[in-house]
Structure formats: C-alpha cells, structure tokens
C-alpha cells in the first residue's frame, strides 16, 4: 500500500462556519487502494472533511487534492471518480427505487444499455428488487439507506466515500455491505468510511483517524492505535452505582489507568486476571467483573474522553 | 455480475460538460410523466374558461360597444397577453416547485450536486423543462384561441414565440429567487399576491397600458408580461409600434433572460456550496 500513488492528500485544511471552526487544520494523506476511516464523537469534523473531499463544500484555508486535482477548480473531474453515500439520504421521493437508480446514473453521463443491467445487479445488492417499482418515500429508513449506498456504485466509482453507511441497518444488510467493501478493495477501490461502530472500524479499515473538535488526535491502523493508546486488556468491574464513584480513587493506584463511566469502572493493565485477582486480595469485591481484550472503544475513550456511540 | 470496468473508463467529464443540463431535463420530464393527466388537463381546461369568460363575454360587450380595441377583435387583442400570461405562470409554477423542492424538501439538487453535475447545469436543464412545458402548454392555448376565432390571420400563432420569451425570461430570473429566498412558503405567497396579481393587471393585459393613469404605467415597463403583449400585438395584428419600442421590447427581454440566467446560476452556486 505505502508505493502506491496518493489519490487525496490535505494540508493544514481549514473550514470555518462564521467564527466557529468545524475543522482546525488537519493533515492526511489516503494511498490508492486504502480503506481510510474517519473516528470521532459527534461534531468532530467528520462530515464537513468528507463534504470537502466530495467537492461539494468550500475550504477556508489550507489545501486539498483529490486525484491530484484541487476541488474548487476541478469539481466536476473530481466528481465523476467518486461515489458518494451521505449522511443523511437525498434520494429523489418523487421516484420510484429503480428510477432513483437509472437517473443517477445518467447524472455521470452513462448509457441506458450500461445502465439497465447495473441497476438489476445493484437491486439485487440491495435485496430491493420486489420494490423496484415503489416510491422511495414509501420505503422503510433501512431500505432508503440501502438504495442509497447501491446509488453511489452506479458508475463504478474510484473512490467510495461512505458517511455513516450502517446507520438504520440491520445485521444482515451490515453484513452484505461489508462484504461487498471488502470486494471492492480486492478490485482497488479506495474506501473511505465515516462510523460510530468500532467493529466496524476495526474489520474495513486499514488507517483510521481519530478526530475530535476539528483536530487529529490519532492515526495508525486499528491495531496500531489499541498498541499505542491502550493496554492490552481491560478490566470491566462494577460495585453499583453509588458506589463507583467512592471505590474509583483506590482503584486508580493499583493500575495503569482508570476510566469511571456510569455503570461500570474500566481498568486498564497487560494482565487483567491478575487486577482482580489483586482486588480481592484487598478486600475489594465487585459486584460484577469481567476481563477482556483493548478494543478501539478503549482508544476513543481515551483520545476524546467520551464513548464512541452517544 | 459483470466484472468491473471502473469510473475512469466509464465516465467521460468532457461528455457530461457539454450534456449534463439534459440528464437535469430528463429527471424533470420523468417527473413530469408522472403527473402527466393533471398536467393535460390544466393546459385544456385553463384556457377553454378563460377564452369562455373574458374572451368571448366580455369580447361581445366589448365588441358590440365599441367594434373591438385597436381596431381589431377583442379576442384577438387578448390572444397574445394571455397566451404570454399562460406562459409566466407555467414558467412559474415548473420553475418555483422543483427548486425548492431540490433544495429543501427533496434535497435532490444535493444529490446531483455530488456527481459531475455543475449547479450551471441544474438551472439550465429545470429551464430547459419547464420550458418545454410552457411550449406545450401555449400551444394547446394558441389552437383553443384559433378553435374560438381569435387568430384573423396565420400570423396569430406569432404569438407562440413571444409568450415563450415572456416565460423564458420570467422563469430565469424567479429561478434565482426561489434559491435565494430562505423562508419559501411565505414568500412565495407574496411573490403570488403582490408581484404576480398586479404583474397581470396592469401590463396593458386586458386594455393598453396608455389608458392607464401615468402613475401606474412603471408597472407595465418593468413587466416581462407587458414587453412580450407590445410585441405580440404588432406581430400578430399590426398594433402599431415604434422601431426604437421594438428594439427596446426586445432588449428588455433578453436583458432580463440573460441577468436571470447568470443570477440564477450564482445563486445555485451559492445555495449548493453550503
Ligand atoms: N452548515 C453548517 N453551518 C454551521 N455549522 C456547521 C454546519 N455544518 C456543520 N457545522 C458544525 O461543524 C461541526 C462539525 O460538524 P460535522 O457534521 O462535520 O460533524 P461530524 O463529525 O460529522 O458529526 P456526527 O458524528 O454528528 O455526524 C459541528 O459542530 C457542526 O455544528
Ligand atoms: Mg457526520
């Protein structure tokens, strides 16, 4: 991956709405070929990097290349590489599934014969081809979200750009959109992925991005991340509500780190079985423990002090 | 499934550069179809009333009492205002809707706006549409005028192309609007009773606009509708006109298409930008 050629490089990238800055210079470069994830709590920036990426929002400052080209300038040749599934839906309500396909894929200029047979291809992708014919606004939000993502493959794109993509899914759609991910990185196509699902993260993404209040707290590979920013197993304990809080102080001493969530105490060291067995000798007995592995849930918390979905 | 040939083979820019505007007009007329009885309808029964009512009622009145206006039949001094009011306010309708529809209730403009589609390209294929909306709606108009009587001489169906440019150029620069406007539902209840009622009243539509008091006449100068009736009438019966009016009608209107174009492209720039 690190000798092929870089499709999107960002320098010191800036986006201001009025005073306040969504994005606070940030730099990242994604190879041909990567899957690039974007982490964040909400409001971190995620959306308005990706918007910018799509060319289909202005920077303030810094720059942005996309397949070598500056977005500003080049808009439309950028865009005709890139498959865009947003956060939010905008297929057209007043169409029907198949029509919503068809139209977008003469939006990048295809031909009704290249065209038809793909649409049959991507209702069966995105299990709709018993609504082919039905309104999208008489679709279930699952299903909107379904064709929306089987829009953004219409014309074969070079680079998939998935805002939040299984949000409203359920298990077996996540599972046939992740298996098709996986395809299309076999067939070169760059990914890049916006998630609050850590498993997600950790199963499409290559590098991931941890980003919060605009800024770049981290970027590595998942496993990299958990190796840097966490140990390597946690121990989960709880002693009731009431009393997290009290126990929390003597908990720290005896480990690398603590974190005190609402309903349980997170504690981190290399050996998780030996923490408890530690506790007990001390006298401290939780009502309820459990030791596991680091996870990405365990980076976010640290790198932006908050659970990855809130 | 078809092994994969990839974006960079499949999809030609320079293509979609010269063509994108009609993928824009082809989702417009796929919408259109689905509405397609109303939209017959409309254009019959709208014209059939109003020929009913003002052409040939108050046209009796009219012509009984006074031999007509400006020497010829009523209906056939109506023809071209009305004609060119069928067509602002189609131009209106297949202007104002889809673009807040795109922008606000739909979020289709959003869409396209993430493919090669440019916001240039968007605003000429709705106008691109609606006009040809309009074309068929004043056409269907122009044969119920000639069913009633109204054309004298062939060059009654003169007035086709001059209720277009009335449209055209009304439909450019509402465009702009309805992509400015913020709050679009009470603005465009304004829009409706304070620009468009009196747009119609005092463009010389039912009387010339010189019987008007001078006070009220600047309604008519601004009017596209009044422009487009000025020329209608001297294209199709020989109203008289000067050289320099003529010039100027049609200076107007082009004027008016043009600075509505490239407001309207702004303001789809501006709007799809955020
Ligand atoms: N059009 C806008 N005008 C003003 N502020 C905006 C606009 N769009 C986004 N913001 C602000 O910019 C910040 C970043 O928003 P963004 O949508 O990029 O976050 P995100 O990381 O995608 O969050 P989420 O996980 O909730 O989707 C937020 O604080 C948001 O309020
Ligand atoms: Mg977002």
Not at chain 1, 52 to 72: N, Q, V
Not at chain 2, 95 to 109: A, R, Y
Not at chain 2, 228 to 240: P, V
């Amino acid at each position: 991956m690190a000798n092929q050629e870089i499709l999107i490089e960002a320098k010191a990238l800036v986006k201001r709405y009025g005073d306040f800055t969504a994005v606070n210079g940030i730099d990242f470069q994604v190879r041909k070929g990567e899957s690039f994830g974007f982490l964040g709590p909400n409001g971190a920036g995620k959306s308005t990097t990706m918007r910018i990426i799509a060319a289909t929002l202005t920077r303030t400052s810094g720059d942005i290349s996309i397949l070598g080209k500056d977005p500003e300038k080049f808009g439309p040749e950028i865009k005709a590489h890139l498959g865009v599934v947003p956060q939010t839906d905008n297929l057209d309500n007043a169409l029907t599934v198949e029509e919503n396909l068809y139209i977008y894929g003469r939006y990048f200029g295809l031909s009704k014969r290249f065209i038809k047979p793909k649409i049959e291809e991507l209702l069966d992708f995105a299990q709709l081809v018993e609504k082919r014919d039905v309104k999208v606004e008489a679709l279930s939000g699952g299903m909107k979200r379904r064709l929306t993502i089987a829009r953004a493959l219409v014309s074969e794109p070079e680079i998939l750009m998935l805002d939040e993509p299984t949000t409203g899914l359920d298990p077996q759609a996540r599972h046939i959109l992740w298996d098709r991910l996986f395809r299309l990185k076999e067939q070169g196509v760059t990914l890049l992925i916006t998630t609050h699902y850590m498993d997600e993260a950790e199963q499409l993404c290559d590098r991931l991005m941890v980003m919060d209040k605009g800024s770049i707290m981290a970027e590595d590979s998942p496993a990299g991340l958990i190796k840097n920013y966490s140990t390597k197993e946690v121990l989960e304990v709880r002693f009731g509500s009431d009393r997290n809080a009290v126990i929390a102080p003597q908990l720290k001493e005896m480990c690398d780190r603590i974190e005190v969530l609402p309903d349980r105490i997170l504690m981190y060291a290399d050996d998780g079985e030996a923490l408890l067995h530690e506790l007990g000798q001390k006298g401290l007995h939780p009502l309820t423990s459990l030791v596991r592995r680091s996870s990405l849930e365990d980076v976010f918390l640290r790198l932006t002090g908050r659970t990855l979905i809130d | 499934m078809a092994p994969r040939i990839g974006s960079l083979l499949l999809v030609d820019t320079e293509r979609i550069k010269r063509r994108g505007a009609f993928a824009v007009v082809e989702v417009r007329v796929m919408t259109y179809m689905k509405y397609l009885p109303a939209l017959l309808s409309v254009a019959i029964a709208n014209p059939f009333l109003y020929l009913l009512a003002v052409g040939v009622g108050v046209g009796k009145l009219i012509n009984t009492h006074s031999g007509g206006v400006d020497g010829v039949k009523y209906l056939t001094f109506l023809a071209p205002a009305l004609l060119a009011t069928a067509a602002i306010q189609n131009a209106m309708d297949e202007v104002v809707f889809p673009t807040l529809e795109g922008f606000k209730w739909n979020k289709n403009f959003f869409a396209m706006n993430a493919t090669p589609i440019s916001a240039k390209q968007i605003v000429n294929g709705v106008l691109i549409a609606a006009m040809s909306r309009v074309l068929f709606s004043v056409t269907v108009y122009g044969a119920i005028v000639y069913l009633f009587g109204g054309f004298t001489t062939a060059r009654g169906w003169l007035s086709i192309p001059t209720s277009l440019a009335a449209g055209a150029s009304f439909g450019a620069f509402i465009m702009g609007i309805a992509a400015w406007a913020k709050n679009d539902d009470t603005f465009f209840m304004v829009v409706g009773r304070f620009v468009m009622m009196p747009l119609f009243l005092f463009s010389g539509t039912f009387y010339q606009l010189s019987t008007m008091p001078i006070y009220l006449r600047w309604i008519g100068w601004l009017s596209p509708l009044w422009h487009t009736t000025e020329l209608g009438r001297f294209l199709t019966y020989g109203h008289h006109i000067s050289a320099m009016m003529f010039v100027f009608h049609i200076g107007y209107l082009a004027l008016m298409f043009t600075a509505g174009i490239i407001f309207s492209h702004r303001q789809f720039a501006r709007r799809l930008a955020k």
